[in-house]
C-alpha cells in the first residue's frame, strides 16, 4: 500500500491562486499480518490431592493451555511460537519465563502453587500480538489434622498441630 497526504489551500484575500493542491511525500508500506492475541486458560489445582500428601517438601506444576482468540479485527498470521510469562505474586512486573511451539505449558518444580501467567503470539515474520489475559493460580489452603493427641506429659503427640499445611 502506498499512501500520501493532499491538502487544498489559497493566498487570502487576493484570489490569486485560490485552489493550492499539495502532495506529500509518497510513503509505501508493506503491510505484515498480526498473529491474534492468545486466550489463555489455567488449570485449576487439585487442591484435594495436595492435602493428602504428607511429605515434607512440596513441589508444584501449573498447566496451561490458550487458544488463538479474535482480536486485533483482522488477524490472522499463523504463530510460530508462544512467549511464556510469570509473576510470583498477583502485583508487579510479568517475565518473560519460556517459549514454546505449542499450545500448552506445564510449569513445573515450583515451590508455591500461587502464580499469574501471560501468554504473546510471535509470527514467523517476527510479530509479536499483544499479551493474552493474565491468569492466576492460588495456592490451596488446607490442613491434615490428627485424630488425636495424648498431653499427657510422655513427650509423644503432646501437641496438637497440623501434620501437613498449606503454605
Known amino acids: 500500500y502506498c499512501y500520501y497526504v493532499l491538502t487544498e489551500g489559497s493566498y487570502a484575500p487576493t484570489g490569486y491562486l485560490s485552489s493550492l493542491l499539495n502532495k506529500s511525500q509518497v510513503q509505501c508500506v508493506t503491510l505484515v499480518d498480526q498473529p491474534c492475541i492468545p486466550v489463555l486458560t489455567l488449570a485449576p489445582a487439585n487442591c484435594d490431592s495436595l492435602a ?66 501471560a501468554v504473546q503470539a510471535v509470527s514467523a515474520a517476527g510479530v509479536r500480538s499483544a ?16 485424630n488425636i493427641f ?8 503432646s501437641t496438637f498441630r497440623p501434620k501437613s499445611a498449606s503454605p
Open 52 to 117: 493428602n500428601d504428607t511429605t515434607s517438601t512440596h513441589r508444584y506444576a501449573n498447566a496451561l493451555r490458550w487458544t488463538a482468540g479474535t482480536l486485533p479485527t483482522g488477524c490472522g498470521a499463523t504463530a510460530r511460537y508462544y512467549r511464556i510469562f510469570y509473576r510470583p505474586t498477583p502485583d508487579g512486573a510479568l517475565v518473560l519465563l519460556d517459549s514454546t511451539a505449542s499450545m500448552s505449558y506445564v510449569h513445573r518444580n515450583l515451590p508455591a502453587l500461587a502464580g499469574c501467567y
Open 150 to 157: 495424648t498431653p499427657n506429659g510422655d513427650r509423644f503427640n
Open 131 to 146: 499479551l493474552s489475559n493474565v491468569a492466576c493460580q492460588n495456592e490451596c489452603v488446607f490442613f491434615l489434622l490428627p
